[in-house]
């Protein structure tokens, strides 16, 4: 599984943090994929803002993403996809393994 440590973005972390809220449906960031410059980036449609977790629209999210310089870059489509997939794979194993040691 990929090491998440080395990326600095603030909503990677909190994702990673079992102890953070979700929404209803158990979701902390929902990854969105888009192409920027010539590079795949990867960023989150769901973000905490003004203490909450908001569901933002991909365009939004986008915007946000752009103006915060907080996505993450990759060569292709496939990588950037698998990296998403990665990602919530880890905050699964990361709420679970929670839930164990409570």
């Known amino acids: 599984m990929e090491d998440f440590s080395k ?3 603030a909503w990677i972390k909190r994702a990673l943090n ?8 158990m979701e902390t960031i ?16 769901i973000r905490m803002m003004g ?16 103006q915060k310089k907080d996505y993450v870059t990759f060569d292709s489509a496939d ?5 998403s997939k990665s990602l919530s794979k ?6 679970q393994n929670n ?3 409570k």
């Open 7 to 9: 990326y600095n973005q």
């Open 18 to 25: 079992p102890e953070t809220p979700t929404k209803d449906a």
């Open 30 to 45: 929902k990854s969105a994929n888009a192409e920027l410059d010539g590079m795949h980036i990867v960023f989150p449609t």
């Open 51 to 66: 203490g909450k977790l908001i569901q933002l629209d991909n365009d939004t999210a986008l915007e946000i993403a752009k």
């Open 79 to 83: 990588e950037a996809l698998n990296f």
């Open 90 to 95: 880890a905050i699964g194993s990361a709420r």
């Open 99 to 101: 839930k164990r040691l």
